[in-house]
């Protein structure tokens, strides 16, 4: 049976739209990792379009591309993240980390309140 895990959901918002969260994060990482938006879509489960429109908002987003394309033509295109994703997705995670740490205290409180096995 496996544990209860604190998972840590940060969004950074303007108005109503999400410019950097999990899934955006994530999808900086794959694309890090597999060098196209095509592959990345693909190993998180996501359309193309979905993934593409994501690279969209966070590029307009930031003051510097996360995530530069190009075109396929009769080669497959790639996408690549620049230094500015990099360090994006770099301070996300470090403040996913510091969120974790920083609940820690309350996290183990809570977890002896909660039943030995779900229902």
């Given at each position: 049976?496996p544990k ?6 940060l969004?950074?918002l303007h108005a ?7 899934g955006?994060a ?10 196209t ?8 489960g996501?359309?193309?379009s979905r ?9 307009d987003?930031?003051?510097?591309p996360?995530?530069?394309?190009q ?5 497959r ?22 969120a ?9 409180e ?9 229902r």
């Open positions: 049976m209860p895990q604190l998972l840590p959901r969004r950074v109503d739209a999400i410019l950097l969260g999990p955006k994530d999808l900086l990482e794959e694309i890090g990792k597999r060098g938006i095509r592959d990345a879509a693909e190993a998180l996501m359309s193309y993934a593409w429109k994501l690279v969209q908002v966070m590029n987003a930031f003051r510097e996360l995530v530069v394309l075109r396929g033509g009769a080669v295109g790639s996408s690549e993240l620049t230094d500015t994703g990099a360090e994006v997705l770099r301070l996300y995670r470090e403040m996913e980390a510091a974790i740490a920083g609940a820690q205290g309350a996290w183990d809570l977890q002896r309140l909660l039943r030995k096995v779900p």
